[in-house]
């Protein structure tokens, strides 16, 4: 990721929006997501194979599989022309596969090819909006999330993108006090969601939030009533300035739902107005998107029929708590690297 020094204001969201595009526009193009023309492109690094140096011979093939296999090279100096040859490096991200210790030949890339052609075949398809989940006719389609240029119509790009402008704009009017809970600033956020509801997110604040965010994250993810009273009581007093996001793609699930009532029976029970600090992500004209709309919460955010839940990080599931718990800028940078690195 790069440095985040001399890190100024917080840009717009439309900043970032921009710079979102121009690393798509400037991305050199042989870091583009791409299907090899050969399987052999995928590992090897560098060098023609004219120039390539001897490789080891095969030591334990196996028949059946027409000779892919072969034992771990132990001779170090064959060991090192394996790792040169075949060590694949994307330098952007600073990442290296190094695959020398693994048992395959040539062969057994060849072998492999047909099958990988098929593989990237179906994967052109999926990634141009094919039904890929006949039983719900759905897409699957999470990755355009990552790179919203690659969906396969505007409507859907366009979707992707003022989803996340609001992200941006609300976690941005929030952590900065623009929006504020009737007892002022919001100082902790409280998600209920299980499942793919619940895990990026646990993941994410674990992983990549600051030691002191300016908003604490707490998690209601299972419906064990003890737990829930748990989370409650360590608020305290606190719940009066906490957002309370519920994540549901389905927005019907039993164990949300029940998180859900718990915490509005506490607000009742201390005299707070739920829907001034609760917030939805689901799917439209969802129970949880419907509730949230009658009864006037604070904002929701779409989950898209083609994410899975368990894909569903970069998401609004994923993105808004992410966009609360860092400020803009490095979110900014978080939503680049995840970018480049889907490339
Ligand atoms: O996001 P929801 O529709 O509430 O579903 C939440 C979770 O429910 C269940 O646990 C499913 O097994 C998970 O796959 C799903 O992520």
């Not at 090899?36 to 560098?46: G, K, W, Y």
């Not at 040169?84 to 952007?92: F, I, R």
């Not at 993810?221 to 608020?235: E, F, K, S, Y």
Request: net charge positive.
């Amino acid at each position: 990721m790069a440095s985040i020094s001399g890190a100024a204001a917080a840009p717009s969201s439309a900043a970032c929006r921009l710079r979102l595009r121009r690393h798509i526009l400037l991305r050199p193009s042989h870091l583009r997501l791409r299907a090899p023309h050969s399987i052999a492109d995928l590992s090897r690094s560098s060098s023609s194979s004219s120039s390539a140096p001897t490789r080891a011979q095969p030591l334990g093939s196996r028949p059946e599989n027409g000779g892919g296999v072969r034992a771990v090279e132990k001779d170090p100096i064959k060991l090192w022309e394996r790792y040169v040859e075949w060590l694949y490096q994307h330098k952007e991200l600073g990442l290296f596969v190094d695959v020398s210790r693994m048992g395959f030949t040539e062969d057994f890339l060849r072998q492999m090819e047909p099958r990988m052609q098929r593989a990237f075949a179906a994967m052109r398809e999926l990634e141009k909006g094919a039904i890929a989940n006949p039983d719900e006719a759905r897409m699957v389609g999470h990755y355009w999330l990552r790179d919203p240029a690659l969906a396969p119509n505007s409507f859907l790009r366009s979707k992707i993108e003022t989803t996340l402008d609001r992200i941006l704009a609300f976690s941005q009017d929030v952590v900065s006090g623009k929006i504020q809970s009737p007892s002022g600033r919001f100082t902790s956020i409280l998600s209920i969601g299980i499942g793919g509801s619940a895990l990026g997110p646990q993941f994410v604040a674990e992983a990549l939030a600051p030691d002191n965010p300016p908003l604490k994250i707490r998690f209601i993810d299972n419906t064990d009533p003890a737990g829930i009273d748990h989370q409650i009581a360590q608020l305290g007093p606190e719940l009066a300035t906490t957002l309370v996001i519920v994540i549901s793609k389905s927005g019907g699930t039993p164990e949300t739902r029940n998180g859900l009532l718990e915490v509005q029976k506490a607000f009742r029970d201390a005299g707070l107005q739920f829907s001034k600090q609760g917030v939805a992500i689901t799917q439209e004209n969802s129970l949880l998107d419907n509730t949230a709309r009658i009864e006037g919460w604070l904002a929701r955010f779409p989950m898209f029929d083609w994410v899975g839940g368990r894909t569903s990080e970069m998401s609004a599931v994923g993105l808004l708590p992410a966009a609360l718990q860092v400020n803009a800028f490095p979110f900014f940078l978080y939503v680049d690297f995840i970018h480049t690195l889907s490339n």
